[in-house]
């Protein structure tokens, strides 16, 4: 077996499901309302590496870095990239990955990378590696094979260097998750990421997918809310013209209608159920959350929560 549903995950399988997938599993446990999904384990990488060689491969472009020449991590990213996206998806492993993509009964799933070094406290990989949205049946183990081949991007391979993991192995879960169409998203710190308020959460949101304020295309709303009492004390709405949307190829930037440019993201009424929602998150990790969410048919949906490192 190279993949578990959600059901079947919790925190403690970093190591097999990668931080990400270990969250969404333990949220789904924790009756956190999760879209639902599936892990393509690390193991099913492994398996891809050794029986196509590719790891032969690896430990020689590994040896060929040179962590001070920008163009030689970028020229050994490449050629990495290259290897992993030219070899052919092994025929059993590809049928295990449809059949679990069939029970979704999704026709659009997000594809995302989820190291299995990634969302530790001290290996923050969030951010090195790909994800891919909308991805359709036909598409999917393509995109699977991307989400490997970005384990060697030039920042993840700077990043592995770097961090003295040149020789540790490093291998990627794929998390495959029903996708939410999300009129509103953003992120949650359960903790004022500047002030370092424990009893104040910050909320931003933005229209559309939230890759726009991840990417930093935009400048969301701030909503800053006293975590005992959950009582607003501050709201900043900021201009957007622009979000990210679905488009044919999956994804698209796109012009936000003049009329809504200038609105508020959310209202109060939804400020406070998305607070008490990562309240609770935060209740049950035990420790303080960044937390990504998404609005769809005015329903909150929670697709990543992790450590926040910067504390």
């Known amino acids: 077996m190279f993949t578990k549903n959600f059901k079947e995950i919790t925190k403690n399988d ?20 999760v879209p639902p999904g599936f892990v393509i384990l690390a193991s099913a990488f492994d398996k891809f590496m050794k029986d196509t060689d590719a790891i032969t491969e690896e430990d020689a472009m590994l040896d060929r870095i040179d962590i001070k020449s920008t163009e030689n991590i970028e020229e050994q990213a490449e050629i990495m990239r290259d290897v992993i996206l030219k070899k052919k998806f092994p025929e059993n492993l590809g049928k295990e990955i449809l059949k679990e993509f069939d029970k979704l009964g999704a026709k659009h799933v997000a594809v995302r990378s989820s190291a299995t070094a990634e969302d530790s406290k001290i290996d923050a990989w969030a951010g090195q590696l790909e994800s891919y949205l909308y991805v359709t049946r036909k598409n999917l183990l393509e995109s699977v094979q991307k989400c490997w081949a970005s384990l060697y991007t030039p920042r993840a ?61 935009i400048t969301p709303d701030s909503y800053v809310v006293k975590k005992s009492t959950l009582n607003l004390i501050d709201i900043n709405v900021n201009l957007q013209s622009k979000q990210i949307v679905r488009s044919k190829n999956g994804s698209d930037e796109k012009p936000v209608l003049k009329t809504k440019q200038v609105k508020q993201k959310l209202s109060e009424k939804q400020i406070m159920e998305l607070a008490n929602i990562c309240k609770k998150i935060e209740s049950h990790y035990g420790f303080p959350c ?9 329903k909150f949906y929670i697709v990543q929560s992790r450590p926040i490192t910067t504390l």
């Open 157 to 217: 391979l700077f990043y592995r260097v770097e961090r003295k993991m040149r020789r540790k192995h490093v291998s990627v879960a794929v998390v495959v998750q029903k996708m939410v169409n999300s009129e509103v998203s953003g992120v949650c710190f359960t903790v004022h990421p500047v002030t370092r308020d424990k009893d104040q959460m910050i909320i931003e949101a933005g229209w559309g997918l939230g890759e726009a304020i991840v990417q930093g295309i």
């Open 14 to 33: 970093t190591k097999t499901a990668g931080g990400k997938g270990a969250s969404l599993g333990e949220m789904t446990q924790a009756k956190i309302l």
């Open 290 to 298: 960044d937390i990504e969410w998404a609005l769809e048919k005015n």
